[in-house]
């Protein structure tokens, strides 16, 4: 196919993915920052990943939090332990990154991770001049309700790059039905994490690396 733009989820794709726990420590922490040092354990965990605009204002309701501040602490805290792991070497970039700088089409990224996480990964990593748009969120309340799978963050980023047909890569169903939702095809990335991982919908790509990529986009 001939994509006028190629875009990446970046966690699970072009960088390692953080560990569970490590994440799981940066919700402690924020709900510790903001007033909150005994906090139940199913709200913490209800804090760390795939959490929804609901979540965050039932768990501020309950401690009688704002949830503009509290989940602003949250998105920092979660930000600063994730560059601690790029730093710290323990979140790396995939060796196979370097095949995408071949590729004629202008790139982009589009990730649920904080905007402050992906640019610090670019910038570490040097790779920031490979991309033309780098999407994360906002540390705002009202960005969980943007991100994958919601086309929001595909959409800015493909208005970028001047793109009217696209090809989207990600490691999670979220990514192929936030590709869908965009109208753009998808490309599902089989990582070690992903190996027997079952879909429930179809992307237009399965493929095990982004060598693969190649035979892809003409």
């Known amino acids: 196919m001939n994509y006028d733009a190629v875009v990446f989820d970046n966690d699970g794709v072009l960088v390692g993915r953080t560990h569970y726990e490590r994440l799981h420590e940066a919700a402690w922490d924020a709900f510790e920052e903001v007033g909150v040092p ?10 760390v990943v795939g959490v929804s605009p609901d979540d965050v204002r039932k768990v ?15 998105d920092r805290v979660a930000a600063d332990v994730q560059r601690e792991e790029i730093r710290e070497g323990r ?13 004629d089409q202008p790139l982009g990224i589009v990730s649920s991770n904080q905007q402050a996480t992906v640019d610090f990964a670019l910038e570490h990593f040097g790779v920031a001049d490979l991309f033309d748009a780098a999407y994360g969120r906002e540390p705002t309340v009202e960005s969980l309700r943007l991100k994958k799978p919601e086309p929001h963050y595909i959409e800015r980023a493909l208005a970028d790059l001047d793109a009217e047909t696209a090809l989207f890569v990600g490691d999670n169903e979220s990514d192929v039905r936030a590709a869908e939702a965009a109208g753009v095809d998808s490309a599902f990335l089989r990582r070690p994490h992903r190996i027997d991982h079952e879909l429930s919908v179809d992307p237009t790509y399965d493929l095990d690396s982004l060598h693969d990529l190649h035979g892809v986009c003409r």
Do not use: G, N
Not at 38 to 47: G, K, L, R, T, Y
Not at 91 to 103: E, G, M, Q, V
């Open 38 to 47: 005994d906090p139940d354990p199913e709200h913490v965990e209800s804090m």
């Open 60 to 74: 501020c309701t309950t401690y009688d939090l704002d949830a503009a501040e509290f989940w602003a602490t949250r």
């Open 91 to 103: 979140k790396r970039l995939y060796d196979d990154i370097s095949t995408i700088a071949d590729l």
